[in-house]
């Protein structure tokens, strides 16, 4: 008599948005996610550091071939930022380096450096972040006790809404709302607004409400999810992230097998291309007249 274990079916390829509790970290999450979807085939999309809450985008079989995409697109946070205080990681896990009395900070010397601080900005990383320097982490460098010199980069702060004001002491509390390009680290618009102001800062509470299309009214706990894994289909997802393609039955032999199609002008990103049955058949990249595939996903 066998005694083999039946094997679990193959959950469906599609996204989960998970509300990330503090103290985790996006790795804790997609570990946790394994488990709940019972595949191995699991990523996640725009990183959350352990004291941030709220939309984190996840992967399932095939569907982990759209987060790098997905990660490019805009966030928004809801952030409190704690004026006249730094620390090393211009967050609250780090340690304080510095004390400047606040008290004289106003509301309007807060708008005044918000204004300087949206649109389009060079913002130099935290010290303690995941980028690399000289092929090491630059928080792995900091933490050995480095001062890491890390490149100024482009980001997009396309709004930075004040949404109340807080004396704590000496120390100024800032509650804001954001929305802004990937890659920006909200922890440094802290630390910049801090400085700009001479008193310093960081950042106190971190929530991102938003991810591209993904809201925080569709995501769920953990807890939920141990209970009902609910997962968007990859069709579902990829038409609420993308401009949608439909093609024709000979178009979708062709990119069922890589192959290239006209442009049809909409636009530099990832386009979701879909077989007159609604089959979501591959994400293609349009330049120099082609749209070319960056994933399919049927054969």
């Known amino acids: 008599m066998s005694t083999a274990r039946p094997r679990r079916p193959v959950p469906p390829s599609g996204l989960i948005i998970v509300d990330k509790p503090a103290g985790w970290t996006s790795h804790d999450v997609v570990g946790k996610m394994r488990g709940i979807a019972g595949t191995r085939k ?27 995409h997905l990660a490019l697109t805009e966030k928004v946070y809801e952030a409190t930022m704690r004026l006249g205080v730094s620390t090393n990681t211009d967050d609250a896990e780090g340690e304080v380096t510095a ?15 918000i204004e300087a601080l949206t649109g389009e900005i060079m913002q130099v990383p935290p010290q303690v972040s995941a ?25 997009t702060i396309y709004a930075f809404e004040v949404t109340g004001l807080r004396r704590e ?10 929305t802004c390009s990937s890659g920006t680290y909200i922890r440094a618009l802290a630390r910049d607004l801090g400085g700009s102001l001479g008193v310093g800062g960081h950042l106190t509470r971190l929530r991102r409400t938003r991810v591209g299309p993904y809201a925080l009214e569709s995501a769920r706990t953990l807890d939920d999810l141990a209970k009902e894994c609910v997962i968007l289909p990859m069709a579902e997802a990829v038409a609420a992230a993308f401009p949608r393609r439909d093609v024709t039955e000979e178009e ?7 192959g290239r199609l006209a442009s049809a002008g909409l636009g530099p990103g990832p386009v979701g291309v879909f077989a007159p049955d609604g089959t979501l058949l591959a994400l293609v990249e349009e330049r120099g007249g082609a749209a070319r595939p960056l994933a399919v996903f049927v054969s």
Do not use: F, S
Not at 44 to 64: F, I, N, R, S, Y
Not at 252 to 258: E, K
């Open 252 to 258: 979708a032999r062709l990119v069922a097998h890589g």
């Open 99 to 113: 004390v400047t009395p606040a008290d004289h900070v106003g509301e309007q010397d807060v708008r005044r450096g």
């Open 131 to 155: 980028i690399k320097v000289n092929g090491e982490r630059a928080y792995k460098r900091a933490r050995a006790g480095e001062e890491v010199e890390l490149a100024a980069r482009p980001v």
């Open 169 to 178: 002491g000496q120390a100024v509390d800032v509650d804001a709302t954001i």
């Open 42 to 68: 699991v990523g996640h999309a725009g990183t959350l550091d352990p004291m941030a809450t709220g939309v984190l985008v996840v992967g399932v079989e095939k569907a982990t071939r759209l987060l790098g």
